[in-house]
């Protein structure tokens, strides 16, 4: 479940050029705060994919809330013992 959500946040992945240095800029919409900008778009993919992993797992940490993507929702709906 996890590798779907994460596989879906990619596809919502939005990407650019800086004009200014030529750096890759992509960021995730639906997931606030995750971004990353890299020297290609293949580095830019992979740092974006490590940010939302990491932003994942805090907000689960965290218990607050994550976007329901693709049907998949994360949330925690119970204490584990």
């Known amino acids: 479940m996890l590798t779907q959500y994460i596989q879906a946040a990619m596809k919502q ?33 992979e740092e974006l994919q490590e940010v ?7 907000s689960l940490t965290l218990n607050l809330p994550l976007p329901v993507l ?6 925690i709906t119970r204490e584990v013992a």
């Not at 004009?19 to 290609?40: K, L, M, Q, S």
């Not at 693709?70 to 949330?75: A, P, R």
């Open 70 to 75: 693709d049907n998949i929702d994360l949330k």
């Open 13 to 45: 992945a939005r990407y650019e050029i800086f004009p200014d240095d030529g750096t890759f800029y992509g960021e995730i919409p639906t997931c606030e705060g995750v971004y990353a900008n890299a020297e290609t778009l293949e580095a830019c993919r």
């Open 52 to 58: 939302l992993e990491d932003w994942i797992l805090l």
